[in-house]
């Protein structure tokens, strides 16, 4: 009702001036340019803009209690303290981690059976790599020995001649003899294997804190 109401009221406002702009005089002049100017009596129609209503009341501020926002203080500060007191999770390490079905006692893998000639052959290869070991270490223990034995031998007879010269020749050099090793591995690389070229499935668990 009020809606209607207003915009009747409107509507004979704007009747009101657009009839007075038709009936009164032309506000057009000429400018000391030439130029035809408007006057400024003169308001055109659309200027004229309406706004909706606003009845909406400012919101009041609720009174805040000085003793209950302490209150929520302190339980904070109470949940902050428990939280320091525990201790952090530590990520586990799954490599470390034995699987269960791998801790199985029952999956026991048997030795297997070997007939009497195996046995007695291999027992036989044991002990002929045992005696070729044994010669190979003493002829290296006595190749080390003779070493040994002429080196002290060529230092003394270096002594007699210059001091200096012994001294430096005891320094040690580590570029002279580059050593490089590497271990062993339990069985020979193949010459002619080639490695597949496939996909996988990254499985690996991400902890976050």
Request: aromatic share 6%; net charge positive; charged share 30%.
């Amino acid at each position: 009702m009020n809606g209607t109401i207003m915009s009747l009221a409107v509507s004979r406002t704007l009747c009101k001036l657009f009839s007075r702009q038709t009936t009164a005089p032309s506000s057009f002049g000429i400018g000391v340019d030439g130029h035809v100017r408007q006057g400024p009596c003169l308001l055109s129609v659309l200027t004229l803009k309406t706004s909706a209503p606003l009845r909406a009341e400012p919101k009041k501020k609720k009174k805040v209690d000085p003793r209950r926002e302490q209150m929520m203080r302190e339980r904070l500060k109470k949940k902050l303290k428990k939280l320091e007191r525990v201790p952090p999770e530590l990520i586990p390490i799954e490599d470390f981690i034995t699987p269960t079905k791998c801790m199985d006692e029952t999956r026991v893998r048997g030795d297997p059976e070997l007939s009497f000639e195996e046995s007695e052959r291999r027992a036989l290869l044991l002990k002929e790599w045992s005696r070729y070991k044994q010669i190979q270490h003493r002829a290296e223990m006595e190749a080390v020995g003779l070493a040994v034995a002429a080196q002290r031998e060529a230092l003394e007879e270096l002594r007699l001649e210059s001091e200096e010269l012994y001294q430096a020749a005891l320094r040690p050099d580590p570029v002279l003899f580059p050593f490089k090793q590497q271990g062993p591995s339990y069985t020979p690389p193949k010459a002619q294997y080639e490695t597949p070229e496939g996909k996988y499935n990254n499985i690996t668990k991400v902890y976050t804190q």
